[in-house]
């Protein structure tokens, strides 16, 4: 358990994902500085995930960069043996080497690049298809988990999105996320 709170991941390389270059409109209670409103979503371009707090944090591409959203996630070793030691003494941040989902287990991935590899922090999504004619059952017989091809936060419906690569390219997985300015 003490292993789980001394782990922290930190995503980098979101520079591939980033799909859209739209701005993100100032989420209720913002600071009266906050930058203008404006169309949603918009990219991540950081993500932290911290075995103490359990939460992962996106660094959104807004305004004056210190806009973020937040959610809950699991922390855990992969292995049988998760016990290390090695895990207390662990400089922080620890980065992210891939972002996956899962239509099966309706669980979104982060691969953490910390001692023998085997690290992850995963949380609970929605996955489904955005096509007008979309059923729920189609997701269950894709392959998985799929890499994420693009990650979105919009502080106006108060999720983030990841486009999965799977299928005909409109298969998505969501979440709910606090969004927040930093000041």
Do not use: I
């Amino acid at each position: 358990m003490s292993a789980r709170r001394m782990l922290t991941g930190t995503f980098l390389g979101l520079g591939a994902l980033l799909m859209t270059t739209s701005a993100l409109a100032p989420a209720a209670g913002a600071q009266a500085a906050a930058p203008e409103r404006a169309a949603a979503p918009v990219p991540v371009t950081a993500l932290n995930c911290d075995g103490n707090t359990y939460k992962c944090t996106a660094n959104l591409q807004y305004g004056d960069g210190r806009w973020v959203a937040d959610w809950a996630v699991n922390v855990y070793h992969q292995g049988v043996a998760s016990g290390s030691s090695s895990v207390r003494s662990a400089a922080a941040p620890v980065p992210v080497t891939g972002l996956s989902c899962d239509g099966n287990t309706y669980k979104c991935t982060a691969k953490l690049q910390y001692g023998d590899g085997r690290w992850v922090a995963d949380w609970a999504v929605n996955v489904y298809h955005q096509g007008v004619a979309s059923g729920s059952s189609s997701v269950r017989s894709a392959a998985a988990p799929v890499p994420v091809t693009g990650l979105t936060c919009d502080g106006n419906t108060y999720k983030c999105t990841a486009n999965l690569q799977y299928g005909d390219g409109k298969w998505v997985a969501d979440w709910k996320v606090n969004v927040y300015h930093q000041g």
